[in-house]
């Protein structure tokens, strides 16, 4: 009887051991882990739907007749991915850092496939493997990309730190889905978009925001970017109803006009605005509190063109009898357009005062400059400061826009304000997709 228990027990111990023994076998299909428990952190983090993007772009495509339109279609993308096991038709997902390091992991529904992906690669460039920790990677060493992959996942990665981010991917485990991802794909601003992308970096918290989520929008001519940005605990500045504006009269490349509440802003030393703008001007020390005592909130600038003005000189002459002498001209000059108002308060006088103390703002004649700024009028009363290029004063108006223009490289960015509460920004910035796709003669080339 006794021996009998004991077998019992020796049994019902073996049968315990051996549980917990084979259990990773018994849990290894089991526990495949998904593809976003293998996502990489980064400062930057997205995905992209590219059957979706493709249908949304197909309009600005054709309607512009780009020569790599046809490689870009929903029929095409959709063969080529099936013909080298990829499954495209659930998300793309990717990474960035600050640092240009950048990464992309891609599902895969035939591995078998993907090979064949590379000996095509093979026949168009150069492409060159080795063994990383036991996983056979594929270079691009003119792009300096690399790539590998597994049963359900393509990783493709540019950067210096490939070992850490491949065995992320590679070793990850089910249900281990960073929190920063987590947290993104819980969003449902980016839920269903065509291109989302999501940030929660230390700069970003810094001045005040625990998260910015960016998607975009397209039709025929523009591309749309829409930005919303969630605060650590509340936004210290909101929107006034109308404030003093330039009235933009003109053609600029550059012009803005916001209206801001900044009593909150005034009240804490440490307020995430004055921050960000001491971060931006440590070069010049440019006044902060000084100039948040000043400010009342309204600002409107524009720069564009030119100016006719005039400009005294002194030209030395000689008179009758030979003796030199130095006589006052005028002369017209072409100054750029550029013109500048704040609304002020009773601290307006600190705050200009200190401009000229530290150089930022100096005096020539009846003009003034601040820092490398063209020749500049200035009008002052009680309620504004106001900085012109111009000989006449441009026209002032009360307004409640909230936007900017800004031109560079020739690409004509327009922002706006869309709505701001306590906690939430929401913002866009619109642009014509030809202008950016001429920046880059390799995308205007057929494939």
């Given at each position: ?8 027990i ?17 849990r290894?299909q ?19 739907l ?13 309607y512009?007749k ?8 929903y029929?095409?993308?959709l ?7 990829l499954?495209i038709?659930k998300?793309v997902?990717f990474?960035a ?13 035939d ?13 168009n ?16 060493p ?9 049963k359900t ?6 950067g ?7 065995y ?5 485990k089910?249900?281990?889905?960073h ?11 980016a839920?269903k978009?065509?291109?989302?992308f ?9 001045y ?13 001519i ?11 605990g ?10 003093l ?5 003109g053609?600029?490349d550059?012009?803005?006009?916001f ?9 804490n030393?440490?307020?995430p ?7 931006l001007?440590?070069r010049?020390?440019f ?12 600002i ?25 002498v130095?006589v006052?001209k005028?002369?017209?000059v ?7 108002i ?8 600190e705050?200009?005062t ?7 703002m100096r005096k020539?004649g ?12 200035i009008?002052?009363n009680t309620?504004y ?5 111009s ?6 108006l ?9 031109e ?14 306590s ?9 014509p997709?030809?202008s ?5 003669r ?5 494939w």
């Amino acid at each position: 009887m006794l021996a009998r228990k004991g077998l019992v027990i020796v049994l019902l111990i073996s049968l315990i051991a051996g549980y917990f023994y084979f259990r990773p076998y018994f849990r290894g299909q089991v526990e495949e882990p998904n593809i976003t428990d293998r996502l990489p952190p980064g400062d930057f983090i997205g995905k992209i739907l590219l059957l979706d993007l493709a249908r949304e772009t197909n309009s600005f495509l054709y309607y512009n007749k780009l020569p790599f339109r046809d490689f870009l279609t929903y029929e095409f993308l959709l063969a080529q991915g099936k013909s080298y096991g990829l499954d495209i038709q659930k998300p793309v997902y990717f990474f960035a850092n600050e640092s240009g390091e950048w990464g992309s992991v891609v599902p895969v529904k035939d591995s078998s496939k993907i090979m064949s992906g590379v000996v095509r690669l093979r026949q168009n460039m150069s492409v060159e493997d080795t063994i990383v920790g036991g996983q056979r990677v594929y270079k691009l060493p003119k792009e300096n990309i690399y790539m590998t992959y597994g049963k359900t996942w393509l990783f493709m990665y540019r950067g210096d730190q490939l070992p850490k981010r491949m065995y992320h991917v590679i070793y990850s485990k089910k249900g281990e889905i960073h929190p920063m991802w987590k947290d993104f794909l819980q969003q449902k601003l980016a839920d269903k978009q065509s291109l989302a992308f999501y940030s929660s970096s230390a700069k970003l918290k810094k001045y005040g925001v625990e998260k910015a989520i960016f998607t975009h929008r397209s039709d025929s001519i523009q591309f749309t970017v829409r930005s919303y940005f969630k605060a650590k605990g509340e936004f210290d500045f909101s929107l006034k109803e109308k404030g003093l504006a330039l009235s933009h009269e003109g053609k600029f490349d550059k012009a803005l006009t916001f209206h801001f509440n900044i009593d909150k802003i005034r009240e804490n030393p440490e307020a995430p605005l004055k921050l960000w703008l001491a971060d931006l001007s440590k070069r010049i020390s440019f006044p902060v509190t000084e100039f948040f005592n000043a400010w009342e909130g309204d600002i409107s600038f524009q720069e564009g063109g030119v100016q006719k003005i005039k400009e005294t000189y002194i030209e030395t002459e000689f008179d009758e009898e030979f003796n030199s002498v130095e006589v006052k001209k005028e002369k017209e000059v072409l100054v750029p357009g550029y013109a500048v108002i704040l609304s002020m308060n009773e601290f307006q006088k600190e705050f200009v005062t200190k401009l000229f103390a530290k150089g930022i703002m100096r005096k020539e004649g009846n003009r003034f400059h601040i820092l490398t700024s063209p020749p500049l009028k200035i009008n002052q009363n009680t309620e504004y400061l106001m900085l012109h290029s111009s000989n006449h004063a441009p026209k002032i108006l009360a307004n409640g826009e909230n936007r900017a223009y800004w031109e560079k490289d020739n690409i004509p960015y327009n922002f706006k304000v869309d709505s701001l509460n306590s906690k939430e920004l929401f913002f866009s910035v619109n642009f014509p997709g030809m202008s950016l796709l001429r920046k880059s003669r390799a995308l205007m080339n057929p494939w």
